[in-house]
RNA sequence: UGACCCGUGGUGUAAUUGGCAACACAACUGAUUUUGGUUCAGUAGAGUCCAGGUUCGAGCCCUGGCGGGUCAA
């Protein structure tokens, strides 16, 4: 009988993942991690790890499988949360939950599983896998889960073959309401419990409140760039010789709009960004449209349609571009068409990926809205999900 | 100094040429979301610069201040 370990969380999706293994006829182990016991800038009314392992210890009870917990927090914080305060304090807008799979959950969490002789690890994830024969070599690939709108490929969009040759998903052939069903027809703890939200082990926090124990409030200029200013930026020819002009994030200069507010430090806010700005009078909402954080200065735009907010492509570099699917990785000055996500949730948008010496330039075929470096961008080939990198 | 204009919630504006103040943005709360993105819903917030006056009743009319601006020299 093959031994799978369940990461139970205590919410529904794992509870019933675990369920389901269980009916599969796999020897079923729970294993709940702790990777945060700080309560610093917590929502008072989230609930605590304690809380959570106690129902995830009532699932386990009720499915009859062996329960165990293991203490991660310590490699959590060094390869989860540094991460996030040094990205932050780069000015750039990190993701710790696609961060949280490959350094935690697959990876400290599966050697875990492993020394209690586990052959897999599972999640409540959902997404999906599947098998490919290249060269006579098995092949996993990762696919999306089949609730469109709950898919989670894209924050397990670092694996790498190795990670994913351990992996099982049992609930991505499901959609969320099934999962639901399932919960409650087993009388699971956990049936009606609310879906986990905020950073993934963090919790729910006040996110300014989290990252000000270590990054400082540093007052500076908040800067409105009119929209006809980007008019010219706009006209640059979609060519090679451009990559790098389309690219990247605007340039913007104090000089090149007026000063509307003040601001508590740029490393706070991310492109795209709506709310806490702290500036009325405008007929339409301000965005936020960059940030620089070597002079501390944010630019905003007024509009949902400000051009400044809108870019053609963005740029990986060679360090950061990971590939799931290896075998199809693009040779330098090659490039492929693929449809690619740059946030959680966000649709596909088909672009073209260009491999260079220094990375890959990603085109899409409409302007989007709100890229930001630090995020991940996937790029999928249909439902399966081929490669991702940090936007630079 | 003379003439003219303006002074309304945190901000920007609106209010049939008199009947107790509307909208947007911001803020807050909630929903959605395993990223404070976005989006969505809801809540609160001024009695209209001050002092008098006219009127049954004034943000809207009159007088005088104070404050800001424009044009004049």
């Known amino acids: 009988m093959q031994k799978v370990v369940i990461g139970l969380s205590g919410g529904v999706d794992s509870s019933v993942a675990a369920f389901l293994l269980k009916e599969q006829g796999y020897d ?170 905020g950073i993934c082990f963090v919790g729910k926090v006040d996110l300014p409140t989290f990252l000000q124990q270590q990054l400082e409030r540093k007052p500076g200029n908040v800067i409105e760039v009119p929209a006809k200013f980007m008019e010219k930026k706009k006209q640059v020819p979609i060519s090679e010789e451009n990559f790098k002009k389309l690219c990247f994030s605007y340039p913007f200069k104090p000089w090149n709009g007026k000063v509307i507010g003040e601001h508590e430090g740029a490393h706070f806010y991310t492109i795209g960004q709506r709310k806490g700005l702290n500036i009325g009078g405008y007929k339409e909402p301000l965005f936020v449209l960059g940030t620089d954080v070597s002079r501390n200065i944010i630019y905003v735009g007024e509009g949902k349609q400000h051009p400044g907010l809108y870019r053609r492509g963005l740029f990986i570099s060679s360090n950061d571009a990971h590939w799931i699917r290896e075998d199809q990785m693009l040779k330098t000055n090659e490039n492929r068409r693929f449809d690619v996500r740059i946030r959680y949730r966000q649709p596909l948008e088909k672009a073209s990926l260009y491999q260079r010496d220094e990375g890959i330039y990603i085109l899409f075929d409409q302007e989007q809205r709100g890229i930001t470096s630090g995020q991940f961008a996937a790029w999928y080939d249909g439902e399966e999900l081929i490669g991702s990198g940090v936007i630079a």
């Open 28 to 197: 079923v182990t729970a294993l709940f991690m702790v990777n945060w016991h700080e309560r610093v800038g917590a929502i008072t009314s989230a609930c605590t790890w304690e809380e959570d392992a106690l129902i995830a210890k009532m699932v386990a009870k009720k499915l009859d499988i062996p329960f165990q917990i293991v203490d991660l927090s310590k490699d959590y914080k060094k390869r989860v949360v540094d991460y996030m305060f040094k990205e932050y304090k780069a000015g750039r807008t990190p993701n710790p939950d696609v961060l949280c799979n490959r350094e935690i959950k697959f990876d400290i969490f599966l050697d875990e599983a492993l020394k209690l002789n586990a052959d897999f690890v599972a999640t409540g994830h959902y997404c999906q896998k599947g098998e490919a024969v290249v060269n006579g070599k098995t092949i996993h690939k990762l696919l999306a889960g089949k609730d469109k709108n709950k898919d989670q490929s894209y924050f397990l969009c670092q694996l790498n073959q190795e990670q994913l040759s351990k992996a099982l998903f049992p609930i991505g052939h499901l959609e969320k309401p099934e999962v639901r069903k399932i919960a409650r027809e087993q009388n699971l703890p956990t049936a009606e419990r609310k879906d986990s939200q």
